[in-house]
Structures are given as structure tokens and as C-alpha cells.
């Protein structure tokens, strides 16, 4: 019998998951098989003990689960635990094992599929969430040269940029958080969006020349044509636009490693997601 994954959430039909991972077995000739799980707003924790029950292996943990993944595992990473969220769940021997790859996704789309290092780099992530912690922990493990958090409440940016868990990996970073005004002057080489703005065709309040020659602009929304974030970053020069689909590719292969010790190729999946 194949092993048996699901991808749980509220709503869940939209999800890409299944066809992800299906391509990642396919690759790597792994007998699984990954299916959509829609829980209860209020019944998470009865939905995973039930799949747990029934022989699941894994499972990813989409909105608005994330935190409750987290709170329902025996064992934690690193990366999750700086979130205080996860996406990514792996049962064992009866006990659950939790991850966040939402921020090696993203590190790994902009370095790997985009060409850009974040290395010395000037970093703009906006937001102070649940996504912003949840990629802000690899952001900064890449070493930016300044990372700035912005966010409409400031004292969310500020708190997000202070936590004790993040001065180690600040040494190498100029570390901190902002409102929307305070933006003003300052240009960055890599911009990301991880408000949910684009969700309402939104734009966050941002000033002019914001951009640096040669900036990135990236969304961590996907969906078909340009967000209200990407065609306003067109509009002010951005060299390079992405969306966040390629995170969604990355982070999906991490998880499949985490399962399986496998990491399959990602390139071909991402292409075929593009062509619909």
C-alpha cells in the first residue's frame, strides 16, 4: 500500500500540493500518494488524529492551520520554532515531528531559480505575520547586509525584529523593523511582499524609489498575471518580478525530503505549473 500524505487546510480545493507531489514521486519513483484534506475551521486536531490514525505519514498545513500544526507536535525544528508555525508535519513511532519550509523555499527560489544572492544585500520584507516569521529565520541565515521589516502597525515590525531568537544571526545583519513612512530615502535590492495585500489587489503605502538598480521585486502570492505589488514595482523599475510560486515548488520539496530523503528536481515542476 502506497504511502499516504494530505495537504490540510480550510478551504483546501485550491491547493497545488497533490499535483506538486505527485510530479516529485513520479521523479523520484517514490510510492506515495498525497490528497487534499479539508478540516473544520474548529477541528484541526481531530482531522490529524483521525489521518494519523488511518496509517497517514506526513502532512503539509496550509492557512489557517499553520499555528495549531505547531502547538500539535511532540518535536519541533529550529526553523519552526522561530516561527512559532508550521507547514510541515511528520508522524513517527507516534509522535509528530514539526517544520517550517516556507523560508527555505523562498531563499532557495530567489538564489537557485532567480539568480540573486541575498548575500551582502539590502532587504525589504514586508509584513509582520505569520509568513514574514516564517521566512524570516532563513532571510537572515543568508546574510543580508540589512534587512528591514515593515509593516503597517509598526510596533508589530519592531517587536518581530527584536526577538532574542534572532540576535545571534543579526550580528551579521542590520536587523530591523519600520512603518510604511520611514521608508522614504531608502532603496533595497530585493523587496519582498509578504503581506496578504495581493489577496484584495491591495498596495501596502510605499514611497517612491524604492527599488535599486537592479532589484528584485517578489510576492510571495502566485496566481495568474501580475499582483497589485508586482505591476506597481513594474511601474518603478524593478529589474527582475516573481511571484511566489517557485517558493510554493521549493518549499513542497523540502517537505518531500523531509519525508522521504529524497530531494527531487524542482525546475521541471515549476515549469509545468507555469504552463497551467
Known amino acids: 500500500m502506497s504511502d499516504r500524505y494530505v495537504v490540510i487546510g480550510h478551504p483546501v480545493a485550491h491547493s497545488q500540493s497533490p499535483r506538486i507531489h505527485s510530479m516529485f514521486a513520479a521523479q523520484t519513483g ?63 513511532a507516534g509522535r509528530i515531528y514539526a517544520d517550517n519550509t516556507d523560508g527555505v523555499g523562498l531563499v532557495r527560489d530567489i538564489r ?28 537572515l541565515e543568508a546574510r543580508p547586509a540589512i534587512l528591514v521589516i515593515a509593516n503597517r502597525t509598526v510596533e508589530k515590525a519592531m517587536q518581530l525584529a527584536s526577538g532574542n531568537q534572532h540576535q545571534p544571526l543579526a550580528a551579521h545583519t542590520e536587523l530591523s523593523g519600520a512603518g510604511f513612512a520611514s521608508l522614504a530615502g531608502q532603496q533595497f535590492d530585493i523587496v519582498i511582499n509578504a503581506t496578504s495585500s495581493s489577496l484584495s489587489d491591495e498596495l501596502p503605502p510605499l514611497p517612491d524609489k524604492l527599488f535599486a538598480p537592479g532589484a528584485l521585486a517578489y510576492d510571495m502570492m502566485y496566481g495568474k498575471g501580475l499582483t497589485s505589488f ?28 523531509i519525508w522521504r530523503g529524497v530531494r527531487p528536481d524542482t525546475r521541471p515542476v515549476i515549469l509545468a505549473l507555469r504552463k497551467g
Open 230 to 257: 508586482l505591476s506597481y514595482a513594474q511601474a518603478q523599475n524593478a529589474a527582475l518580478l516573481a511571484d511566489g510560486l517557485g517558493m510554493l515548488v521549493e518549499q513542497a520539496a523540502e517537505s518531500f525530503w
Open 30 to 92: 517514490q510510492d506515495i500518494t498525497y490528497d487534499k484534506l479539508l478540516a473544520p475551521i474548529d477541528g484541526f486536531a481531530d482531522s490529524l488524529r483521525t489521518f494519523i490514525s488511518e496509517g497517514g505519514h506526513g502532512a503539509n498545513v496550509t492557512v489557517p492551520f499553520k499555528l495549531e500544526a505547531y502547538e500539535a507536535a511532540d518535536e519541533v525544528s529550529e526553523r519552526a520554532g522561530h516561527a512559532r508555525a508550521a507547514n510541515t508535519l511528520k508522524f513517527d
Open 112 to 139: 537557485a531559480n532567480l539568480g540573486v544572492a541575498p548575500e551582502g544585500k539590502r532587504v525589504l520584507l514586508m509584513g509582520a505575520g505569520g509568513a514574514a516569521r516564517g521566512v524570516l529565520l532563513p532571510l
